[in-house]
C-alpha cells in the first residue's frame, strides 16, 4: 500500500487546510462526491488530470481500511 503521505495532506496554505491528493489542490470529498454521483473513477481522473490513478485508489482503500476498522471497534 501506498504510504498516506503520499496520497493525502492537509496544509492551511492550500485550500484553507482542506485535505488534498498530495501534489494537487484537489480535495479528497470531491472524488467521493464524484463516485457518490454515480460517475466513474475514469471520469473523476478525466477531469482531475493531477491526482494519479494510483493516488485514487489509494485513497480509496484508505477510506475503506478505515471504516472496516471503525466498524470493528464498535
Not at 475514469?42 to 478505515?66: C, G, T, W, Y
Amino acid at each position: 500500500m501506498v504510504p498516506t503521505s503520499r496520497i493525502v495532506h492537509s496544509d492551511p496554505d492550500i485550500l484553507g487546510g482542506t485535505t488534498v491528493f498530495v501534489g494537487t489542490r484537489v480535495p479528497i470529498k470531491t472524488l467521493l462526491d464524484y463516485l457518490e454521483a454515480g460517475d466513474s473513477l475514469n471520469e473523476f481522473l478525466d477531469h482531475f488530470p493531477s491526482v494519479s490513478r494510483e493516488q485514487a485508489i489509494a485513497a480509496l482503500e484508505l477510506a475503506k481500511e478505515m471504516l472496516t476498522a471503525y466498524a470493528n471497534s464498535a
